[in-house]
């Protein structure tokens, strides 16, 4: 089958590697659709060098430990292996792969009790698009943040994969939402559904005299203080991820940022709640997913589609911010 597969760290190319196996509790999918992350050029690039420490399953010295790329997939089971009885060939799922990578391939087995049913009515991109990034802006406002009615809710970076997510979750979860962008994405997080927009080249959210009941914050690119004084009494500040490197080699990168808010959470006695999301695949979140985009209420924005021998292209699209929503390979 042919795949992207990397054996060092910056260097990608398209390769004839053996077709996997499913083993037990494992189910083979034909890949149709894939879509590119942030957690890919990460890992891509080895980038920042603190995260070959601190994720040594997932990035060795020289290289990462798994040599095919991707984590985000949809497409048609193949085969199943042995306990599995949930799933048959032939039928139509989407899933995330997490530290297994591997989704940018003509084929990939995954954990079967980690994959669910494709949702009805959307296009193999636009599921493909969905497991990791709408999973984790599920994860932050409905389980962390407990979103609900009244509840005000502020996104930064709410133009990108996982804040165009998080824009209709918010709504959908009955909060209202604020959305931080640049100018060019104003039109679009209000189309997804943003009550008030704050074009970051004009105003400074941290500084508008008003406070939220959960600040997501996606961007990484303020500190902590900064996020701390955007959030109201008894609210939470939930962080994931951000940061790009813009071609250029980082040492702690949104690692400094994530870090430090770890140890606030740990020490800090007053002030708000602090949550760094550690979103692993989840049937829940995949379900949740499902069922907010069957009932109308989620549809996936996808900015550019390019074809498996294009992955390398697609990464350097998302890494250096020129992507708005998500980017998706098509296989």
């Known amino acids: 089958m042919k795949a992207i597969y990397q054996e060092k760290y910056g260097v990608l190319g398209l390769e004839d590697v053996a077709e996997?196996?499913?083993g037990r509790g494992e189910v083979r999918?034909?890949?149709r659709a894939a879509s590119v992350n942030a957690r890919d050029w990460h890992v891509m690039r080895g980038d920042p060098y603190l995260g070959r420490l601190m994720l040594p399953a997932v990035m060795g010295p020289r290289g990462p430990r798994r040599r095919i790329r991707g984590t985000d997939f949809a497409g048609t089971v193949e085969s199943v292996g042995a306990e599995v009885d949930r799933f048959r060939p032939g039928d139509e799922v989407y899933g995330d792969l997490g530290d297994a990578h591997g989704a940018f391939a003509e084929y990939v087995c995954a954990p079967a009790d980690e994959i669910e049913f494709k949702p009805a009515g959307l296009s193999w991109e636009e599921a493909a698009s969905m497991p990791l990034a709408g999973g984790t802006a599920l994860m932050g406002l409905r389980d962390v943040g407990r979103v609900r009615a009244g509840r005000s809710v502020l996104i930064n970076g709410a133009s990108g994969g996982v804040g165009?997510?998080?824009?209709?979750?918010?709504?959908?979860?009955?909060?209202?939402?604020?959305?931080?962008?640049?100018?060019?994405?104003?039109?679009?997080?209000?189309?997804l559904g943003a009550d008030d927009v704050v074009d970051y080249?004009?105003?400074?959210?941290?500084?508008?005299?008003?406070?939220?009941?959960?600040v997501f914050d996606l961007v990484g690119n303020r500190s902590l203080s900064d996020l701390r004084r955007a959030?109201?009494?008894?609210?939470?500040?939930?962080?994931?991820?951000?940061?790009t490197s813009r071609g250029r080699a980082q040492v702690f990168g949104p690692m400094r940022l994530i870090i430090g808010a770890q140890i606030a959470a740990k020490l800090s006695r007053s002030g708000p709640q602090i949550v760094v999301?550690?979103?692993?695949?989840?049937?829940?979140?995949?379900?949740?997913?499902?069922?907010?985009?069957?009932?109308?209420?989620l549809t996936p924005a996808v900015d550019r589609t390019y074809q498996l021998a294009e992955v390398p292209e697609a990464i350097r699209y998302l890494e250096l911010e020129h992507a708005r929503a998500k980017v998706v390979i098509t296989v």
């Open 231 to 243: 959030v109201a009494p008894g609210g939470v500040l939930v962080l994931s991820g951000g940061g």
């Open 20 to 22: 996997p196996e499913p």
């Open 201 to 214: 080249t004009r105003g400074d959210f941290t500084r508008l005299g008003r406070r939220f009941d959960v």
């Open 164 to 191: 165009t997510f998080a824009v209709q979750i918010g709504r959908a979860l009955g909060g209202s939402v604020t959305a931080v962008c640049n100018p060019r994405n104003v039109e679009l997080v209000r189309s």
């Open 29 to 31: 999918v034909r890949v």
């Open 277 to 297: 999301l550690a979103t692993r695949p989840s049937r829940d979140l995949l379900t949740g997913l499902r069922e907010l985009a069957e009932s109308g209420r």
